[in-house]
């Protein structure tokens, strides 16, 4: 979900209320998003990552955007205009994935909304969207949203715990969040970090929480974390690798305003009422590749040997004809061999498919797999207390 489309080169970066810290701890720093942002600590990129799989890392993500959303008579109604995702059946303390979609079916943007329930005697709707779609989100929702309030949330801090130790790091932290389950919500108004959201979610596709307290709070609330000697910091470079291991996708890479929810294979997010009853921009043409299929899907592909198909890297079927392009690609940590992420013919989507990627004037030998590459390890079995 997250975003790299950079910046023009003479606009001045924005720091996150951690940007202190980072540079305390040996980060190298990068544009991103908008954003001065860690790519990676010295420790670097593939012990970031193997660390986040084995324990716990910290990430931060107060790039992104938070906003709250009420309207005085629906709120998830009001919502459920700009998105195909079922937002009425979300119960308070739930969360769901979902996408801004344009009258096209283009993907404006992917987030997520939770219901937060009533709060000072209306209903509201919490969700985080892409860093550098912000101001385009929170322009489209304000057009398309009449009489709503909507309410960006520029002074709160976010902070990622992803890994298999996640949940005991932030149990000492905030009881009881441990037996949260996986895409649910909380907030807790009396902690030593003063009221904060909790949600059991995350972008590396292990279990894990974001944070959301106040951005003053955000650094005593990370050092306070990596005196766990289970979570270390972890930077763009190691989340990039983890969400691709995921098969999870990048805004502005993997999906975009010509991409629609079914071509990215996303088609899961889109409840069985929203595909009766439509009523979501772009609904003719997801419903209808929904009936009918996609011209092309996001698939992914493992190349033989050693060379990594790269973003742009053009994809071809057997008789040489093109048949799609790599949409993100990398060098699996985990997996110990490259792979990638990008849209084929449908037609050639099938699992187990021969592709072959032009790299470097060499046609290099691959087939589609299914994804994700490494398995979710989300807490899909945690005791329910929310």
């Known amino acids: 979900m997250s975003d790299a489309q950079q910046p023009p080169a003479d606009t001045q970066l924005k720091r996150t ?65 700009l998105v195909p995702g079922d937002i009425s059946g979300l119960k308070p303390g739930r969360m769901r994935y979902t996408q801004l979609t344009n009258a096209d079916g283009g993907i404006i943007d992917d987030l997520m909304v939770s219901k937060v329930g009533e709060m000072d005697g209306r209903d509201w709707l919490y969700f985080v969207i892409n860093a550098a779609r912000k101001e385009v989100d929170l322009s489209h929702i304000a057009t398309h949203t009449e009489d709503a309030r909507l309410e960006p949330l520029e002074s709160q801090a976010l902070i990622a715990v992803q890994g298999p130790a996640a949940a005991q790091a932030l149990s000492k932290h905030f009881p009881g969040c441990e037996a949260m389950r996986f895409m649910s919500f909380r907030a807790v108004a009396t902690t030593p970090y003063g009221k904060v959201w909790i949600s059991r979610s995350g972008y590396t596709g292990e279990d894990g929480f974001e944070v959301s307290l106040a951005a003053d709070q955000a650094e005593a609330f990370a050092r306070a974390l990596l005196e766990d000697e289970t979570v270390k910091p972890a930077g763009l470079g190691a989340r990039d690798t983890l969400r691709l291991e995921a098969g999870l996708c990048l805004y502005g890479h993997d999906i975009d305003e010509t991409t629609s929810p079914v071509e990215a294979d996303l088609a899961w997010s889109i409840g069985k009422r929203r595909r009766v009853e439509g009523g979501f921009p772009g609904a003719d043409r997801i419903l209808g590749e929904l009936r009918d299929g996609p011209s092309r899907l996001r698939v992914g592909m493992t190349p033989q040997g050693r060379a990594t198909p790269r973003e742009g890297t053009e994809i071809f079927d057997a008789e040489g004809e093109r048949i799609g392009v790599v949409t993100s690609g990398a060098f699996s940590p985990t997996l110990g061999h490259p792979i990638a992420m990008g849209y084929v013919a449908a037609d050639e989507a099938t699992t187990g498919t021969p592709v072959t990627f032009q790299i470097r004037g060499k046609a290099n030998p691959g087939q589609v797999v299914d994804l994700p590459f490494v398995a979710h390890r989300y807490a899909t079995k945690a005791k329910a207390t929310s």
């Open 17 to 81: 209320p951690l940007h202190g810290l980072h540079v305390e701890l040996g980060a190298k720093m990068v544009p991103f998003s908008g954003y001065e942002m860690p790519l990676n600590y010295p420790t670097g990129i593939i012990a970031e990552h193997k660390h986040t799989r084995s324990q716990a890392s910290l990430f931060d993500v107060s790039h992104m955007g938070q906003a709250l959303l009420s309207h005085g008579s629906d709120v998830s109604a009001v919502m459920e205009r």
